[in-house]
């Protein structure tokens, strides 16, 4: 069987060539989404440490205002050259920033592009905790995300 033996062939080159593994794993990421049908997603914090989010080619991502809970179409009041920066929730965790309420309304149809960049901790970093100043390997991912996402509206 051909996938068998190509199976095979990439399993014994991944084994077989230890500079492979002495990459470092990274969780960030570039996400692409491509938008096709009118949508009005839940509004959410990002986990992670940094979102940089590029004006997309249609504006509709909309953000809350902390202080008065007002929603704002942020992307509209963007140039398209202009890119938005904001805190997520292991950031927050940390003792940064909040993170940022946003959601998508993209409520005029057609096709909408965005391509957002995720900085996210290292799963190989410990990082502190700010409750007792010790380190936790656990701090960020699971309780962050559940503390801000109890806390959207």
Known sequence: NDKTTSDESLESTC??????????????????????????????????????APRASVPALVVQIKSSGKWVAIEERMAEDEAILFA?????ELGGPPALPHKVEFLQGGTRLSAPY????????????????????????????????????
Not at 16 to 38: D, G, I
Not at 123 to 148: C, E, Q, R
């Open 88 to 92: 997520g929730s292991t950031l927050c």
């Open 15 to 52: 084994t077989s060539s230890p500079s492979l593994h002495r990459v470092p794993f990274s969780a960030s990421m570039l996400r692409v989404h491509r938008y096709t049908e009118v949508s009005n997603y839940s509004a959410h914090a990002d986990l992670g440490l940094l979102t940089l």
């Open 118 to 153: 995720f900085l996210r901790a290292s799963p190989h970093v410990t990082l502190p905790s700010i409750d007792d100043g010790t380190t936790n390997s656990n701090v960020g991912i699971s309780s962050a995300n559940a503390k801000h996402a109890a806390a959207a509206p």
